[in-house]
């Protein structure tokens, strides 16, 4: 099976720059996606296509995709963006979930 | 505005039986291929299975291949998982997505609010 695999938790000050990593065997040749999810509430798409972001996702939310790794990168960080985050990708009529990363503003 | 309501989930023993049912609103529901996706309490996201467009095409996570069954009506504008012989492992709120493009290996634009399926004797 495929396994997406994210650092368990990511800390960052305010108005810095928050980069969580997604790692799978060749995921550059794929497209991954990114969500975030807060505490008590449904899923959110921040990324798709690698790069594209959705209508209402805020500029400050950026993604790369190349190798085997790719980076959902969050700049200027607001106390907002606190929460979990998980990648996404497909192999093989398959969709795979990332392992997720709670993001904590200090 | 783009809404997806889940219902059915329950309490109900293992091995038994459930059907999930997710309304859709807000879209031209029989443009998009749908998703099922669930969460453990707890623990992370996981992708159940998928329906193309027109209920041609059905893939599943090796997790619930052979117990569960995705199915929609495009006339209802409504999503189903019929899922058979369950087990604990499969207690978890489950949420119905749409893809955000047409095809089948898309992102998921809109989450429905979850319905939470419970496996307990």
């Known amino acids: 099976s495929y396994d997406l695999t994210q650092p368990p938790s990511v800390s960052v000050s305010p108005g810095q720059t928050a980069s969580i990593t997604c790692s799978g065997d060749?995921?550059?040749?794929?497209?991954a996606f990114w969500y975030q999810q807060k505490p008590g509430q449904s899923p959110v798409l921040v990324i798709y296509q690698n790069t594209q972001r959705p209508s209402g996702i805020p500029e400050r939310f950026s993604g790369s995709n190349s190798g085997n790794t790719a980076t959902l990168t969050i700049s200027g960080t607001q106390a907002m963006d606190e929460a979990d985050y998980y990648c996404?990708?497909?192999?093989?009529?398959?969709?795979?979930f990332g392992t997720g990363t709670k993001v904590t503003v200090l | 505005e783009v809404q997806l309501v889940e219902s059915g989930g329950v309490v109900v023993q293992p091995g038994g039986s459930l059907r999930l049912s997710c309304a859709a609103s807000?879209?031209?529901?029989?443009?998009?291929?749908m998703h099922w996706v669930r969460q453990a309490p707890g623990k992370g996201l996981e992708w159940v299975s998928l329906?193309?467009?027109?209920?041609?095409?059905?893939y599943y996570a090796d997790s619930v291949k052979g117990r569960f069954t995705i199915s929609r009506d495009n006339s209802k504008n409504s999503l189903y998982l019929q899922m058979n012989s369950l087990r604990t492992e499969d207690t978890a709120l489950y949420y119905c997505?749409?893809?955000?493009?047409?095809?089948?290996?898309?992102?998921?634009?809109?989450w429905g609010q979850g319905t939470l399926v419970t496996v307990s004797s």
């Open positions: 329906i193309s467009w027109d209920g041609g095409s059905t």
């Open positions: 060749k995921l550059g040749d794929k497209y």
């Open positions: 996404q990708a497909w192999d093989s009529n398959t969709g795979v």
């Open positions: 807000g879209f031209t529901f029989d443009d998009y291929t």
């Open positions: 997505a749409k893809a955000i493009l047409t095809g089948y290996y898309s992102a998921f634009d809109y």
